[in-house]
């Protein structure tokens, strides 16, 4: 099999610039129209949980680091409190909104902040005003919960949910990025497919590249309609 280099590709991709181009433009317009007009944009509200104990509350000493990393290892376990069916199933009824409490399980989320015990509370929603008040029934909530629970258990809000200005998903820029790359991905395939696998000689500078010498070459032939239309074209430039 012929071997072929980084340049040859390079030409043969060179050669077809125009197609590239084109396919570059239509990905990103398309990419623009589907992400502007088709996709339903998502809103998240966040707050966050400082979570400790009541036996390091009444230490005359304060928290130490016992106690810090004790609320680190509970996080997890507050975690899937708070995302419970009978938790969920009070949001759902405290919230006043039309969610049921398996909506509400794909809805939020909750991290766990590197190193401290503070949670991270997260809701999503199609209406930003739904996602704050999710998150913030969850924070409202969560002191309750956890201590009926976890005897012992403190949460203390940190940051209130707040209604999202923008949207965090989709992203335009990422969108049209990807289905640009994608196209070129495809339509550079696509002709390196039919250009490297094309056997047939077009010109017989092609032969010489393989050091075959050329016997006989037939020019092309004008039909009579190809001639008729050069000719008109010699007489309108001679009339101007």
């Known amino acids: 099999m012929e071997k072929v280099s980084i340049v040859d590709i390079a030409k043969i991709f060179l050669k ?30 966040s707050g966050s ?19 810090v990393m004790l609320a680190q290892e509970l996080t997890s376990t507050y975690s899937e409190i708070l995302s419970s069916n009978t938790f969920l199933k009070q949001v759902s009824k405290e919230s006043g909104l039309n969610y049921s409490y398996l909506q509400l399980k794909k809805m939020i989320s909750y991290t766990q ?15 930003p005003k739904e996602a704050c008040i999710i998150a913030e029934t969850i924070i409202n909530g969560a002191q309750g919960e956890v201590s009926r629970i976890i005897k012992g ?20 820029p ?4 990807i289905a640009v790359l994608f196209a070129i991905v495809v339509v550079g395939i696509i002709v390196f497919c039919v250009e490297f696998f094309d056997d047939r000689v ?11 010498p050329v ?11 190809e001639k008729e239309k050069i000719s008109k074209k010699k007489k309108k430039v001679k009339t101007a």
Do not use: R
């Open 16 to 45: 077809k610039w125009w197609l590239f181009a084109i396919v570059i433009v239509a990905a990103a317009v398309l990419s623009f129209f589907y992400t502007t007009f088709l996709v339903q944009p998502v809103y998240v509200s």
């Open 49 to 67: 949980v400082y979570i400790t104990n009541a036996d390091a509350n009444n230490t005359q000493s304060g928290v130490n680091l016992s106690d």
């Open 113 to 127: 902040k590197e190193g401290v015990p503070v949670l991270e509370v997260q809701a999503a929603a199609f209406d």
């Open 153 to 172: 258990g403190i949460v203390s809000v940190i940051d209130h949910a707040e209604v999202p200005v923008a949207p965090a998903s989709p992203s335009l």
């Open 174 to 177: 990422k969108n049209m990025a």
């Open 202 to 212: 077009k010109s017989s500078t092609e032969l010489s590249a393989y050091g075959l």
């Open 215 to 225: 016997l006989a070459e037939i020019p092309y032939m004008l039909n009579d309609e």
